[in-house]
């Protein structure tokens, strides 16, 4: 039988503060309006239906020619939001955050257009004691990334979830995004047009992206404590450094591939975004359909966190590149490397040949790790 309980109850006491999620909702909205420029005149120019931030977005894609693909690409943060919790620094997160939605997207030979995404957070906070300062680093980002990929937010959702989110600090979140995409059949990349004797072009990553953080994390809390995020390093700490935004490569990969309707710039066979598996699993799965190979020995130095993770951890050589980037965020396959590089240059990336592709299906790296393994075979 209950017990009669004469307390009143109400949802911001059950951890929901409908007024402070109006207000999320609303900063949010607003970045996310910023964002509409990018796509002006393009394919992807957000229509607003109905004026208000609960209200409709669409984009027009009558007369689309034939052989027209669209798709979805899903991913989030991961474990890099707690850095992010540690350090008390939100602004840069939506660059990880488009990094892996719109990063996959064009190595398919794709054009990334509209981005959509799901904000969970454990609360924002009373009206005494508001959270919403860090939805303002999150909206920031917001707009500066999506700039940076050049891409319209045309909506997403926040939502109080209580302890189901929990993390480091007082503000807990996680967030994962949903990037439309359009691609001419003609122009999408399989892998299959990749010849033995392509040139290997690296584009340079100094952060880790958002890929391999929960070995970093268990790393640095094994050697350096709890706190380990507000230790020293350099002109630093060792938290603002891991947290390190992604480089987002979508425009210049757009106009190297030429995306869904423009004139392609250089000549590509494959691109690689290297996440989740490293060069191994991301390149592997690039040369499968071929079944090449690839020799790459003059790639990217990792990151000196990189090498500071390996050296705490005693992490093999192996391991790191399994697990990390170690130096360049994309791999791309052409004939004509000059033409990479220079639009790569243009657009402030650090580029270089790094390999080519072999007869051999197997994929060969000098490594560059800290424990100078001569050559790594996968």
Known sequence: MGVKNESNFDYQRAGVNLQQGDEASQILYTAAKQTWINRSGQLGEVVEIFEDFSGLRAIHIGGLPQGTYMNINFDGVGTKVEIAERVTKHDTTAYDLFAMVCDDAVARGAEPVIIGSILDVNSLGSSNQSRIDFINQLASGYVAAAREANVAIVNGEVAEV????????????????????FAQQKRMISGRGIKEGDTIV??????FRSNGLSLVREIL????????????YGN?????IVLTPSRIYTRAAVEMTGGFNKEPKATVHGIAHITGGGIPGKLGRLLKPSSLGAHLDDL???????????EQGNVTDREAYR????GQGMLLVTPKPEEIMHIAQNH???SKVVGEITEKPEIVIRSKGIHHEQDLVF
């Open 162 to 181: 209580g302890a189901r989110v929990q993390g480091y600090g007082p503000f807990n979140y996680n967030w994962g995004a949903g990037v439309v995409w």
């Open 202 to 207: 690296g584009l340079e990553e100094q952060g």
């Open 221 to 232: 809390h094994t050697t350096r404590g709890e706190g380990w995020h507000q230790e020293p």
């Open 236 to 240: 630093s700490t060792l938290g603002e």
């Open 300 to 310: 990217f130095e990792p990151c000196e966190m990189m090498k500071h993770c390996q």
């Open 323 to 326: 697990t990390w980037n170690m």
């Open 348 to 350: 402030g990336i650090q």
